[in-house]
Nanobody, 121 residues
Framework: VQLQASGGGLVQAGDSLRLSCTVSGRAYSSDVVNWFRQAPGKEREFVAALRWSNSRTYYADSMKGRFTVSRENAKKTVYLQMNSLKPEDTAVYFC???????????????WGQGTQVTVSS
C-alpha cells in the first residue's frame, strides 16, 4: 500500500491550493483517509478526514468553512481543497489511512510522504 500526497507549494495569503492523496493497493470500506499537518516546532495536527464507505467528511473546527475534502473514485484519490489560506496554514501536510477519524499516530496504518504548503503574508 502506498499513499502519494502532492499539490503543495508556495502561495500568498488568500490564495487556494488543492492537495491530492492517491491510494494504491487498497481502499477498504472501513478506511478513513485523514489529513494532518505539522508546522515547524509544533505537533502534528488533524485537519480533515473522509470515510471511504460513504464519503462522509470531518473537519477540525479551525478548518471548517475554508477546507473541503472530496474524493474521486476512479483515481482512488482524496483531495483537500484549501481556500483563503493564511500564513499560519504553513506546514507539511500528510495523508494517512486509518479506521478512525483523527486517530493518534499509532492509529494510522499507512502514511503518505507529506507535501509542503507555504503561505506568505
Amino acid at each position: 500500500v502506498q499513499l502519494q500526497a502532492s499539490g503543495g507549494g508556495l502561495v500568498q495569503a488568500g490564495d487556494s491550493l488543492r492537495l491530492s492523496c492517491t491510494v494504491s493497493g487498497r481502499a477498504y470500506s472501513s478506511d478513513v483517509v485523514n489529513w494532518f499537518r505539522q508546522a515547524p516546532g509544533k505537533e502534528r495536527e488533524f485537519v480533515a478526514a473522509l470515510r471511504w464507505s460513504n464519503s462522509r467528511t470531518y473537519y477540525a473546527d479551525s478548518m471548517k468553512g475554508r477546507f473541503t475534502v472530496s474524493r474521486e473514485n476512479a483515481k482512488k484519490t482524496v483531495y483537500l481543497q484549501m481556500n483563503s489560506l493564511k500564513p499560519e496554514d504553513t506546514a507539511v501536510y500528510f495523508c494517512g489511512i486509518g479506521s478512525h477519524v483523527s486517530p493518534p499516530p499509532s492509529g494510522i496504518y499507512y502514511w503518505g510522504q507529506g507535501t509542503q504548503v507555504t503561505v506568505s503574508s
